[in-house]
């Protein structure tokens, strides 16, 4: 999660340090990720990328990304499965944007 005062919260099973891990990021970084999120269209897509047409094939063993986006009193929630197969690239995209802005590498111990 990353917060409109750039607070940032990451949870992973095995991430690096404990499940969760917090931190920050500067505040014009959180902006520029909202922006990308509209220009995306990421706001629009369903809450479950898994259980929509926008899946197409699936595989099994992939992992699940939450990206939670808080607009006022609204909360826009996509859960999106890797082993999708046709996933929208925006969506997967701005999982990496995210990931390399907050620099998630740190924490994270995937291979």
């Known amino acids: 999660m990353v917060g409109g ?3 940032v919260r990451f949870w992973a ?6 499940p969760t891990v917090t931190d920050s990021i500067p505040q014009h970084s959180f902006v520029g990720l909202r922006i990308q999120g509209f220009i995306d269209g ?3 897509l369903p809450d479950d990328i898994e259980h929509s047409p926008m899946c197409g094939h699936s595989w099994t063993g992939g992992e699940h990304v939450t ?3 808080y607009l006022g009193q609204r909360v826009k929630r996509v859960v999106d499965y890797s082993g999708c197969t046709w996933s929208p690239i925006g ?4 999982q990496d944007m995210i990931d390399s ?3 998630v590498h740190r924490w994270d111990r995937r291979p």
């Open 13 to 18: 099973a095995g991430a690096v340090g404990a």
């Open 101 to 103: 802005v907050v620099g």
């Open 91 to 94: 969506l997967r995209r701005y």
């Open 5 to 7: 005062t750039g607070s």
């Open 67 to 69: 990206v939670t986006f």
């Open 42 to 44: 990421l706001y629009l």
